[in-house]
């Protein structure tokens, strides 16, 4: 429980790849347009949708800030952040001329975060319409659609050992209502498992 995984052996991972996986590639890459030698800052970046983003980033040649709590600093270096921004600690406003947000909180976050794109870049958030864009830039909502090209590419990734799952607990249908209101955060996947 809470350890990436990288293999694709089990319906656990096969679970906890699909909507993070699918939501990360469609952002950054259709939505976001990103390409090799950009940056791109990620929120919440130690999440499940964050943590996917961190990784087929990385891999397609961008620098990837991370943002989160701190408690998530080491989880997002660890799946391929090359900084990270505490958002209770740190001015996220000291980061200055990022191509691409991938925003997963949106609310203040979300509007703060215009400010620190370039011009001309762009803000992609899956947290409902953005209330601020980039100067001369492009702010884009979306909601994940199925792709079955795009959930090829990721499962093979996840199969060449490129891209871990972030499975952060794993329950029982019994337990599902206790999995989905936790006492503390989680960070991943919450998966729940119909058969024991």
């Known amino acids: 429980m809470g350890e990436p995984s990288g293999k694709l052996h089990d319906f656990t991972t096969g679970a906890a790849i699909v909507m993070p996986g699918l939501t990360a590639w469609q952002g950054l890459f259709e939505h976001g347009r990103l390409r090799g030698g950009q940056s791109v800052l990620v929120h ?26 701190a408690a998530g600093r080491q989880r997002a270096l660890d799946f391929g952040a090359q900084e990270f921004v505490d958002l209770e600690k740190d001015k996220l406003e000291d980061v200055r ?11 203040d ?25 980039p100067a001369n830039g492009l702010a884009i909502d979306f909601v994940v659609e199925p792709n079955r090209a795009q959930l090829g590419e990721i499962v093979q990734r996840v199969r ?21 209101n936790p006492t503390e955060r989680v960070k991943g996947k919450t998966i729940i498992r119909v058969r024991p």
């Open 44 to 69: 919440g970046a130690a999440g499940a949708v964050g943590s996917m983003a961190c990784q087929l980033a990385r891999e397609a040649g961008a620098y990837v800030i991370g943002t989160g709590r």
């Open 97 to 107: 001329g990022v191509d691409l947000v991938f925003d997963v909180f949106g609310g």
């Open 109 to 133: 976050i979300g509007t703060r975060s215009a400010g620190v794109i370039r011009a001309g870049g762009t803000l992609v958030t899956v947290a409902g319409p953005p209330e601020a864009r």
């Open 160 to 180: 060449d050992g490129r891209l871990r799952t972030n499975i952060g607990s794993v329950a029982t249908l019994n337990d599902a209502v206790a999995a989905f």
